[in-house]
């Protein structure tokens, strides 16, 4: 059975940080494209950032330079840090592979809430 477990949400002021751990399972973790995704109310779900098999990264515009994706292929684990985080990072974080994502199969995800 596939599952991606997302885990590090919180509550957090303006400026500071948090780290995303997502742990899997049920699939062969290391050949994977993988990614985080976020989903604030009463907005559609965006791409935040992904990292390869190879371990390329790729972000979108609004997060550049402050978050950092990472994975952990001996653990089956793939980390998102967030710095300097801003109110509009508040949102519903995913983890996912592209195959699970195109067949719009989700996790629970984890809470980011920043306050002002």
């Known amino acids: 059975q596939v599952q991606l477990v997302e885990s590090g949400g919180g509550l957090v002021q303006a400026g500071g940080s948090l780290r995303l751990s997502c742990t899997c399972s049920?699939?062969?973790?290391?050949?994977?494209?993988l990614s985080w995704y976020r989903q604030a109310p009463g907005k559609q779900r965006d791409l935040v950032a992904s990292?390869?098999?190879?371990?390329?990264?790729n972000y979108a515009d609004s997060v550049k330079g402050r978050f950092t994706i990472s994975r952990d292929n001996a653990k089956n684990t793939v980390d998102l840090q967030m710095n300097s985080l801003k109110p509009e990072d508040t949102a519903v974080y995913y983890c996912?592979?592209?195959?699970?994502?195109?067949?719009?199969?989700w996790g629970r995800g984890t809470q980011v809430t920043v306050s002002s």
């Open positions: 996912n592979t592209k195959t699970r994502a195109s067949l719009g199969l």
């Open positions: 049920g699939f062969i973790f290391s050949i994977h494209f």
């Open positions: 990292i390869t098999s190879g371990g390329s990264t």
